[in-house]
Antibody
């Protein structure tokens, strides 16, 4: 059974940093591209960042470019999102998702990030 | 980048069919066959319903179907059931500086 378990969320002050992790199991992690998708409270889904299986291709939403860094450790079956210079508008539930072709076939349950003073 | 355009809400009665549209540009929906659709119930993670425009993952009811014409993709749900009531999102690959974009979401109400 595929499992994606996010962690690392919490309450953080504006301007500070946070690192999210996603532990993957139940599939061959290094066969798949992985993504972070977020959802602000009461709002829609927003793609944040994606990384190819070998980290050779990486993309970011304009809203986080220059502040967030995605990475993965295939030996540890883990995906990461380093979030710097956090803003109130980054407050959201952050999901990691496994990508197959053009779709996100598996999702975690999310980790909540709240940016507030 | 702009989100894909979806109607805010649609509704239908049990047994009926409904269609949700997702309009983009030639740089996303119209340019690639990488449109996907997600169902999200309150408090739950999204669930993939359609990928690559019209393909259904294993386990998804054949009442759900997808199509695309030009810059607009569509999700059709036939034989509407109460459990179909949820939010639906489309997503597409994009050639812009980012690689993925979502629609704003559509709330489906089963009357």
């Amino acid at each position: 059974e595929v499992q994606l378990v996010e962690s690392g969320g919490g309450l953080v002050q504006p301007g500070r940093s946070l690192r999210l992790s996603c532990a993957a199991s139940g599939f061959t992690f290094d066969d798949y591209a992985m993504h972070w998708v977020r959802q602000a409270p009461g709002k829609g889904l927003e793609w944040v960042s994606g990384i190819s299986w070998n980290s050779g291709s990486i993309g970011y939403a304009d809203s986080v470019k220059g502040r967030f860094t995605i990475s993965r450790d295939n030996a540890k079956n883990s995906l990461y999102l380093q979030m710097n210079s956090l803003r109130a508008e980054d407050t959201a539930l952050y999901y990691c998702a496994k990508s197959v072709g053009g779709g996100y076939v598996d999702w975690g349950q999310g980790t909540l990030v709240t940016v507030s003073s | 980048q702009s989100a894909l355009t979806q109607p805010a809400s649609v509704s239908g009665s049990p047994g009926q069919s409904i269609t949700i549209s997702c309009t983009g540009t030639s740089s996303d929906v119209g340019g690639y066959n990488y449109v996907s659709w997600y169902q999200q119930h309150p408090g739950k993670a999204p669930k993939l319903m359609i990928y690559d425009v019209s393909n259904r993952p294993s386990g998804v009811s054949n009442r759900f179907s997808g199509s695309k014409s030009g810059n607009t993709a569509s999700l059709t749900i036939s034989g509407l059931q109460a459990e179909d009531e949820a939010d639906y999102y489309c997503s597409s690959y994009t050639s812009s500086s980012t690689s993925r974009v979502f629609g704003g979401g559509t709330k489906l109400t089963v009357l």
